[in-house]
């Protein structure tokens, strides 16, 4: 059977599909009485969806696989769910589908939600598994899984994922799919393979060594499918080969993996992580347009609920940590006559200075009044006075070894392991599944904001705590998962509590950029890297993976930079969510002109921001490339960013790149470039570097939002 619109009854499906011929489905999905229920396409795509894959397997610790292998297909659960009843019905933003299917031998109940925003070739996908039986079941993965294609038509599909470490985030590589799956001859063994490829998250870190992302594309035909796993715990994604073709299977955190298990009681129910796949027929940036703008739709209320205030923050290349009276003033004066709307005291402000490190004693969250001539509150009365927003850093999940919180709460509320408290880097981790740690928190947050005005949080999170906690957890990864989606839910009662306080995903720089948080969030900070002429592939690339309008990317001016290279730095800000640093009240006059030139453009442009689809004109960056280029798509025409970190000048065609183009910052450059509209594209001509430019493209062919599968 198939379903694409109303129930499970095949009269009253046909019926209503010709009553709404004009609405797309949710999705093409198959069973039988014989097999459980696969994707066989997305919006008609031959790219991902065949119908001999099941769309979930359940591994329970007492039946793993119905046939040996290491990848997780062919479940012995999964393979004897039925299916009871597929419903679907929609709303004004989104077209549904419910499936529920059943395994009577081990008596769980899967219920899988198929959600498409409306206009949008993108699907989220969310399964809950109820255990019906009289007994417990120990549930060890659940994935959500599809096939690629056929074996013979495998060749010429690349492969796109993303390494990421701190300082070196977003670093994709495009592979062909048959480098990690080679051609095996399975028909010949009449069977399946046994073999994987997968990439996995490690503790605490979700974006700390791989991006919960990725996409497949054929350049070929033009075809194209992206995914996302949606955690800020374990997630793992696994290729594998079967006799009629790859499979791809998406998951939160597994036994092998992530030291996962979740005990389902009788009656009880287990909300599996959810994933989302999109599919283009233009390509991997057609794919990540889908996948940008189901982005925005998940992001729902607090997308609504978000401004885009221009941000100066005293860390970067700045105090690094060490504020002060003294040395914060001048630089609230200069960011205000900058243009900087908000401003932020990063972290440091709680620590006596005596101290100097203050790393293992954090955890109070109260003013060091030693830090500030008559203290904090005048500091930001200072802020508010010049016309801006206050800010403040936390990192409410640790506490320093040496912090008297680490001794007024109880044990249960720290991450354990084999009975003792999980210490990392001379700190413990907090537990935001106890209520005393929720409690806590809380409070801490409503003080700031009552005492001091304060409406932005700058949460960092510094330490990886490992594989999680077994506190109320059949294994730590089980505990890690559940403090993550605990922490998201205390993030919604912060903005319930105070619907005009913004929260910055810090993470780290990175370390934890995933769209459970992030859909809950305002912004995220790219990097922390230090160096203006390494983060240009950074800041190029982070689109790929989030949405324009949350990419925080740095600039920090200095004193000690020519005006080209003041250009170059504030342009990696420019490029995203200007995060503007840097020690301004150093600057001369002419380095000044170049930041508030930069500023007045962001304040100009920055509403274009939440509709700018990305796109890559010269692919992916390279960590090693000489010029980084991303373009954004807007209604009334392109964006581009280009920065040339060449000592020599360099020669570029931009293909399809059609229209007027002008140089928009800076408008008055040391050394000049030239732009020469052609037939193929946009070529460009830079000057000896390192050098940047925003550069401006209006004319035809210049459409900016995805709809349907042709984005």
Request: negative net charge; aromatic residues 8%; charged residues 20%.
């Amino acid at each position: 059977m198939s379903a694409r619109f109303g129930s499970i009854d095949a009269a009253a499906a046909e019926a209503e599909a010709a009553a709404e011929a004009t609405r797309m489905p949710v999705a093409d999905v198959r069973w039988s009485a014989q097999r459980p229920i696969s994707l066989a396409s997305l919006d008609g795509s031959t790219m991902l969806g065949r119908d001999d894959v099941p769309l979930v397997e359940v591994f329970t610790s007492r039946e793993q696989r119905a046939r040996s292998s290491q990848a997780y297909v062919r479940s012995a659960v999964g393979a004897r769910l039925r299916v009871r009843k597929v419903v679907e019905d929609a709303d004004a933003g989104a077209d549904r589908m419910v499936i529920e299917q059943h395994d009577d031998a081990s008596g769980l109940t899967v219920t899988t939600t198929l959600t498409r925003p409306a206009g949008l070739s993108a699907v989220r996908i969310e399964t809950v598994v109820h255990n019906t039986s009289n007994e417990p079941v120990t549930v060890t993965a659940i994935t959500t899984s599809f096939g690629i294609r056929q074996t013979e038509q495998l060749d010429g599909i690349i492969l796109g994922v993303a390494a990421s470490e701190w300082l070196a985030e977003n670093r994709w590589r495009e592979v062909p799919l048959t480098d990690v799956m080679p051609t095996l001859d399975l028909a010949l063994h009449a069977q399946d393979g046994r073999g994987h490829f997968g990439i996995t998250s490690r503790g605490g870190w979700s974006s700390g060594e791989h991006l919960p992302t990725g996409f497949l594309v054929d350049d070929d035909s033009g075809e194209a499918a992206a995914w996302q796993i949606e955690t800020s715990a374990g997630w793992h994604m696994d290729f594998a080969a079967t006799r009629n073709g790859a499979t791809l299977s998406l998951l939160g955190p597994a036994d092998l993996e992530h030291h996962f298990a979740h005990e389902l009681d009788p009656g009880a129910s287990f909300e599996a992580v959810a994933v989302a796949v999109a599919t283009s027929t233009k390509g991997r940036d057609g794919a990540i347009a889908q996948l940008t703008e189901y982005r925005r739709w998940l992001r729902g209320e607090a997308r609504q609920a978000s401004d885009a205030p221009i941000i100066y923050n005293d860390f970067m290349n700045t105090l690094m940590g060490q504020p002060t009276t003294e040395a914060l003033l001048p630089l609230i004066r200069e960011a205000a006559a900058a243009g900087a709307e908000l401003f932020c005291i990063d972290a440091g402000w709680f620590a006596d200075p005596t101290i100097g490190d203050w790393w293992d004693t954090v955890g109070e969250w109260t003013e060091a009044p030693a830090r500030f001539v008559g203290g904090l509150r005048a500091v930001f009365d200072e802020i508010h006075r010049l016309g801006m927003r206050s800010g403040i850093w936390l990192e409410p999940e640790v506490v320093g070894v040496k912090s008297p919180i680490a001794d007024s709460l109880p044990d249960e509320a720290f991450f354990q392991r084999f009975g003792q408290r999980v210490r990392e880097h001379d700190r413990y981790h907090l537990d935001l599944r106890h209520p005393a740690v929720r409690s806590r928190l809380d409070l801490v947050v409503d003080r700031l904001v009552a005492e001091f005005g304060v409406s932005y949080f700058k949460l960092d999170y510094n330490i990886n705590p490992g594989a999680g906690t077994e506190w109320r957890a059949a294994a730590p990864g089980d505990g890690l998962l559940g403090h993550t989606r605990a922490l998201r839910d205390w993030l919604v009662g912060i903005g319930s509590r105070h619907p005009d306080v913004l929260v910055e995903n810090c993470s780290s720089g990175a370390m934890r950029a995933d769209y459970s948080l992030l859909s809950v969030t305002h912004l995220q900070s790219t990097s922390d890297q230090q160096d203006f002429l390494l983060y240009p592939p950074i800041a190029a690339s982070a689109p790929a993976h989030i949405v324009p309008e949350q990419c925080g990317n740095w600039a920090y001016p200095a004193a000690g930079m020519t005006p080209e290279e003041i250009a170059f730095t504030m342009v990696t800000g420019l490029s995203g969510r200007l995060y503007l640093s840097g020690f301004l009240d150093t600057l001369d006059e002419a380095q000044r002109a170049l930041v508030h030139e930069a500023v007045t453009l962001h304040r100009r442009d920055r509403h274009r921001l939440g509709s700018a689809i990305p796109f890559w004109p010269l692919g992916l960056p390279e960590w090693d490339d000489e010029v980084v280029c991303l373009g954004m798509r807007h209604d009334d025409g392109l964006t581009l960013f280009i920065w040339d970190r060449g000592e020599e000048r360099a020669d570029l065609l931009l293909p399809d790149v059609q229209g007027m183009a002008s140089v928009a910052y800076p408008s008055a450059p040391a050394s000049p470039w030239s732009l020469e509209p052609r037939a193929d594209g946009l070529a460009v001509r830079t000057s000896p570097g390192p050098t940047a430019r925003v550069i401006t493209v209006v004319g035809p062919r210049l459409g900016a939002r995805p709809t349907g599968r042709g984005a």
